[in-house]
T-cell receptor, first 113, second 111 residues
């Protein structure tokens, strides 16, 4: 089975800190995605990557950046964390246009205080 | 613009049938997905429709009408473990397998 692993399940960070969220997949998937999930808003796409060192902005990229130096790893970076970035962050990966869409990681619940 | 609408909450009784509707208006379309998400967990795949019609998979079925921008998920013989959020998602027509999600429908199943 494909596994998508997010490094932390829960994180608490202070306002202004630089925060790194890590995601690793083990099945050589080309596409990787970062979403945030908030009540009433659903999953919103922050950034995605379709190859090493390639990245595209999603719908809400402001305040975030990403890094993909190796195919299996996709990092989300909060340059200066703010309280409105408190959310559940979900990473997902896919090979192409599979019938099942994505494989998701378990999520990281980030609280910025 | 991109818009996917589904009801916020639904309740149903154990053993009953429930239908969760999803309407979409997106700039491109290349398939519609339904995911199930239990509280605190990752979404898991339930169904996929790319052509019009009904796809049946055990207790769950999903229907798509592309001309109407409409889908539904039908859950039969409801069980308590079906209490979860159900997410409707549309794959856009670009080449990167991007999914656009609705806000999700929280289903509560009561005895």
């Amino acid at each position: 089975d494909v596994k998508v692993t997010q490094s932390s399940r829960y994180l608490v960070k202070r306002t202004g800190e630089k925060v790194f969220l890590e995601c690793v997949q083990d099945m050589d998937h080309e596409n990787m995605f970062w979403y945030r999930q908030d009540p009433g808003l659903g999953l919103r796409l922050i950034y995605f990557s379709y190859d090493v060192k390639m990245k595209e902005k999603g719908d809400i990229p402001e305040g975030y950046s990403v890094s993909r130096e190796k195919k299996e790893r996709f990092s989300l970076i909060l340059e200066s964390a703010s309280t409105n970035q408190t959310s559940m962050y979900l990473c997902a990966s896919s090979l192409g246009r599979e019938y099942y869409g994505y494989t998701f990681g378990s999520g990281t619940r980030l609280t910025v205080v | 613009g991109q818009n996917i609408d589904q009801p916020t909450e639904m309740t149903a009784t154990e053993g009953a049938i429930v239908q969760i509707n999803c309407t979409y208006q997106t700039s491109g379309f290349n398939g519609l997905f339904w995911y199930q998400q239990h509280a605190g967990e990752a979404p898991t795949f339930l169904s996929y429709n790319v052509l019009d019609g009904l796809e049946e998979k055990g207790r769950f079925s999903s229907f798509l009408s592309r001309s109407k921008g409409y889908s539904y998920l039908l859950l039969k013989e409801l069980q308590m473990k079906d209490s979860a959020s159900y997410l409707c998602a549309v794959r856009d027509s670009g080449g990167y397998n991007k999914l656009i999600f609705g806000a999700g429908t929280r289903l509560a199943v009561h005895p």
